[in-house]
């Protein structure tokens, strides 16, 4: 337990996206039975929203504004003034993601396009620091930056998904 607990905080984009997979399995197996499409969509891009984007970019919020010296240090930087600006970036996308959770098309579209270009901008940054500074620390070289690109790339595929089985969230 003593380093189950700091493995899923350091590495909590992977932590929320099973947690958020696993709550939409919970909420499938309760519902009726046959599901369609649109219903498995439902479950599996709402509970994205909620803890993908949600949930994961508010612990971002906390942990970049009111921990900056302890996350800077796990990414390979020094700790800067832009932490507590990239921890408020953080708390827009996370309530957005919150909004969106079972808000319409559009609401889920913002969620998904604002985080998304923020991740996929991150994940540049990793790249670059990784070339040119050598910089493999965890926080930078590890699991958040695969997340960086896995979370965008299912955000739109769910999206598009939602999109074309219904414009709107099933209500079931």
């Known amino acids: 337990m003593n380093t189950l607990i700091p493995l899923l ?13 696993l709550v939409s399995g919970i909420s499938l197996l309760v519902k009726s039975r046959p599901r369609s499409a649109a ?7 709402s509970y994205f ?8 970019f508010f612990s971002n919020f906390i942990m970049h504004s009111f921990f900056g010296k302890m996350i ?10 832009f932490q507590f600006e ?3 970036a953080s708390l827009g996308y996370a309530v957005v993601g919150f909004l969106a959770f079972k808000g319409s098309l559009g609401m889920r579209a913002a969620a ?3 985080p998304s270009l923020f991740l996929l901008g991150a994940a540049a940054g990793h790249v670059y620091q990784m070339i040119m500074a050598h910089n493999f ?3 930078n070289a590890g699991v958040i930056f695969y997340t960086d690109l896995a979370i965008p790339i ?3 595929v769910l999206l598009g998904l939602q999109y074309r089985y219904n414009k709107k969230p099933a209500v079931e």
């Open 137 to 139: 620390a965890p926080g």
């Open 39 to 45: 219903v498995i969509v439902e479950a599996l891009f």
């Open 86 to 88: 990239v921890g408020t």
């Open 9 to 21: 905080l350091e590495n909590f984009t992977l932590t929320f996206l099973i947690l958020g997979l």
């Open 112 to 114: 998904v396009i604002g």
């Open 49 to 56: 929203l909620l803890f993908s984007i949600g949930f994961s």
């Open 154 to 156: 299912m955000g739109f």
């Open 72 to 81: 800077a240090g796990f990414i390979g930087w020094e700790q800067s003034p």
